[in-house]
């Protein structure tokens, strides 16, 4: 293994990528480049049962949409290539070889039939069925059976897997940079599946084998192949190569503080748990996605970046760049953490602020440009900049500045009726002669102008200013209302006092 930093991103392609392996890809890139180390990534797809044919342009797509794009892998830099297990097959039977030649697996023979056999019978007797030190002398082994009886098996194309001998009453002590100290009675684990007589890998020796030729030099992955660790250690051993160094992230937990946080979860509770919206190949259903839900990938990226990571201060907002610089393993935790969906869109409001008036008007100029309005950049930029601090999404602009636009078609009951009344309409109509005759229609000086009269009639404010903001607004909502005056002009303010006169 050399000094290097080398990290891989390791999915099988069996689906989209859920928000957790979003956030395990996320902790390899910052550790990779905090580092100036390498990010690989890996496609697992030796399970051919799994396998979807989309998923890994799906898995490429998302890290590219997060700006998290690997540095190795499929088509790119392709020094340790390939990089899909797949194209790798011929490479794993030497590794299964080399194993059962010094002792460290063997060769089982039993059929499906027979294990579940086994199955039942421990379990009638209220047992659990492991393939293990305790009885690999006694089933279908090459560890039972003679040289000769392997040989003609063998040759006469008898299905077998190549089993891990396990070591048999050795205390394993492991370290874990997130979790320090593991450590297991080997007598306790089973012997695991490495090969198959139909040419594929299992997950474990393929994975090692890869690490281990990709010289990867930690393996940051989630806490659900913590149980993986061992075994995975042990075939390092078994093949007399330098382990890399193992962290296992804690497990994103359904917002409510309890359990994993599934992909059903979001359908159930209306969140988003893929960063890219995904369509089932087969069934035609089709997930949503973060991207499509309007979020900012830089704030989704924020946001996953504290799922299981903290920087030790106050500070909530960090760009990707602070994200590299501040990211550290010790400062992950090994306890669960809690999705929230609020948390989510606070990370994209603040994010929302922070983004300047332009790339937002050019966003919103394309739901403008749907909805048939026509407006030139500057004043959508105006706009922009008066409501976007009350936006969480893109998609909230319209709601908060239509009437930037439109005049107000219908006006909020509830607010007529307690707004406009019987003397309203007369104050209306001097009003419109007031605003008429403002030469300077800009905002300070149409406010001064409003309220010296209003002060001279000897009103309350809020008999006027009520009434005006409804007429221009359709409700009691909006941004500064002189401002609105001035951005729709002296013609449609009175154009707007003048219809709710009419209507209300
Ligand atoms: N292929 C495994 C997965 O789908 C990789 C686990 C690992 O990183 O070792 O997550």
């Not at 049962?49 to 989309?54: E, F, K």
């Not at 086994?118 to 379990?123: F, I």
């Not at 040759?155 to 394993?172: C, G, I, N």
């Not at 100029?365 to 749907?370: A, C, F, H, R, T």
Request: with cysteine.
């Amino acid at each position: 293994m050399t000094d290097n930093v080398r990290v891989r991103f390791a999915p099988s392609p069996t689906g989209p990528l859920h928000i957790g392996g979003v956030r395990t890809a996320l902790f390899n890139y910052l550790f990779a480049k905090k580092h100036n180390g390498t990010f690989v990534l890996r496609i697992e797809d030796t399970d051919q049962t799994r396998y979807v044919a989309n998923a890994e342009k799906y898995i490429i797509d998302s890290l590219e949409w997060c700006n998290i794009p690997f540095d190795e892998g499929p088509g790119k830099n392709e020094k340790f290539g390939p990089y899909r297990q797949s194209e790798r097959k011929e490479l794993y039977k030497q590794y299964a070889n080399q194993l059962i030649e010094s002792g460290w697996a063997y060769y089982a023979f039993d059929t499906a039939e027979e294990l579940d056999a086994h199955r039942k019978q421990h379990e009638a007797e209220g047992k659990t069925f492991i393939y293990n030190w305790h009885n690999r002398e006694k089933l279908q082994s090459s560890l039972r059976l003679s040289k000769e009886e392997v040989t003609a098996k063998l040759e006469a194309d008898e299905k077998y897997v190549v089993r891990f001998k396990t070591p048999q009453d050795e205390v394993l002590i492991m370290q874990d940079e997130i979790r320090g100290t593991i450590k297991i009675d080997t007598n306790t684990l089973d012997d695991k599946v490495l090969y198959k007589s139909d040419g594929m890998p299992t997950y474990h020796l393929a994975n090692i084998v890869d690490d281990y030729l990709m010289e990867i030099s930690h393996v940051i992955r989630g806490e659900e192949w913590l149980p993986s660790m061992p075994l995975h250690i042990l075939l390092y051993k078994a093949f007399a190569w330098e382990a890399p160094k193992f962290a296992h992230l804690p497990l994103i937990l359904k917002p409510v503080g309890k359990g994993k946080l599934g992909k059903r979860d979001g359908d159930k509770l209306g969140f988003a748990v893929f960063p890219l919206e995904y369509t089932n190949e087969q069934t035609r259903d089709v997930s949503r996605g973060y991207k499509e839900d309007g979020y900012f990938p830089d704030a989704f990226i924020n946001m996953l970046a504290f799922l299981g990571w903290n920087p030790g201060t106050e500070q909530e907002l960090f760009s990707l760049q602070e994200l590299v610089e501040n990211f550290d393993l010790t400062r992950v935790s090994k306890s669960g953490a809690k999705f929230s969906p609020e948390k989510t869109n606070w990370f994209n409001q603040q994010y929302m602020q922070q983004k300047s008036n332009s790339e937002l008007t050019a966003l919103f100029l394309l739901i403008l440009k749907e909805k048939g309005i026509e407006k030139d950049n500057e004043y959508i930029e105006k706009v922009v900049s008066l409501i976007k601090e009350r936006a969480t999404f893109v998609a909230d602009f319209w709601e908060l500045s239509n009437f930037f636009f439109v005049n107000p078609s219908e006006y909020d009951a509830k607010a007529s009726k307690k707004q406009w009344k019987e003397g309203t309409p007369i104050l209306m109509e001097e009003l419109i002669t007031v605003i008429s005759s403002i030469e300077d229609f800009t905002s300070e000086n149409i406010e001064k102008i409003v309220k010296e009269w209003i002060t001279s009639k000897e009103v309350g404010f809020g008999k006027v200013m009520q009434p005006l903001r409804l007429s221009l607004v359709g409700a009691l909502k909006g941004p500064h209302l002189f401002d609105i005056i001035e951005m729709v002009g002296k013609e449609n303010t009175i154009q707007r006092l003048q219809n709710a006169v009419n209507k209300l």
